[in-house]
């Protein structure tokens, strides 16, 4: 499979925003649930957003009104964006792709089936 690439990570302070992209060839618009997952150093590893082939997004109860997750097809890429970030939100974010349980893409059942190498976002 085509590794997944993400990029827009950063430091911000709270309040402030980061936009998410992940370079996904062969993945967006064909049979798989796409996603976010986000871990902090000593937490267990939390789904923070889905979106299946039709756009239809869910949503973590921790960032629900704050990050939206959408995705081009014409330019194979993945996005999250994070608006009023939070020194919680700090954590390393991975870009997923998950088959298993397509079409039903909530991020709820996702799994980090294929995933990027993570990109670090902080919040001070």
């Known amino acids: 499979h085509v590794q997944l690439v993400e990029s827009g990570g950063g430091s911000v302070q709270a309040g402030g925003s980061l936009r998410l992209s992940c370079a996904a060839p062969?993945?967006?618009?064909?049979?798989?649930?796409m996603g976010w997952f986000r871990q902090a150093p000593g937490k267990q590893r939390e789904g923070v957003a889905g979106?299946?082939?039709?756009?239809?997004?869910s949503y973590a109860d921790s960032v629900k009104g704050r990050f939206t997750i959408s995705q081009d097809n014409a330019k194979n890429t993945l996005y999250l964006q994070m608006n009023s970030l939070k020194p919680e939100d700090t954590a390393m974010y991975y870009c997923v792709a998950d088959p298993s349980v397509f079409p039903v893409c909530r991020i709820g059942v996702m799994r980090m089936d294929y995933r990027g190498q993570g990109t670090q976002v902080t919040v001070s």
């Open positions: 062969g993945y967006i618009d064909s049979n798989y649930c």
């Open positions: 979106i299946d082939r039709d756009g239809i997004t």
